[in-house]
């Protein structure tokens, strides 16, 4: 049983992490007339995930094995992540560097 909750407080731990910057990413791509909405499409997805997801694991746990469940999702999982990180771009402008003779002009 400590496993279990070590490892549940874990994943509550890396899920508290995860949501706010989700929401911050929309709130930071979305323009304010939309907003609400794309928040909407987002959890839409996301929450269907939830479903869909268990029901198709189950599925592969039952026909290959929890191992290879757990394996396929591992996958998925670092698959969503090279494509966001190869569409999505920075938002905030590069800070811009001020000369070394200014910050010594500063009193």
Do not use: C, K, Q
């Not at 496993?3 to 930071?28: C, F, H, K, Q, R």
């Not at 992540?81 to 800070?95: C, D, I, K, Q, Y």
């Amino acid at each position: 049983f400590g496993w279990w909750a070590l490892s549940m407080g874990l994943l509550g731990l890396g899920t508290a992490l995860v949501y706010p910057t989700l929401l911050a990413t929309i709130a930071d791509v979305a323009h304010p007339d939309w907003r609400a909405s794309a928040v909407g499409v987002y959890r839409l997805w996301r929450d269907s995930g939830y479903a869909i997801g268990a029901l198709l694991a189950g599925v592969l746990a039952d026909l290959f094995g929890i191992s290879w469940a757990i394996g396929v999702i591992a996958g998925v999982t670092f698959l969503s992540g090279v494509v966001v990180s190869g569409v999505m771009r920075e938002t905030l402008p590069a800070r811009r560097e001020l000369p070394r003779s200014t910050l010594h002009n500063v009193s």
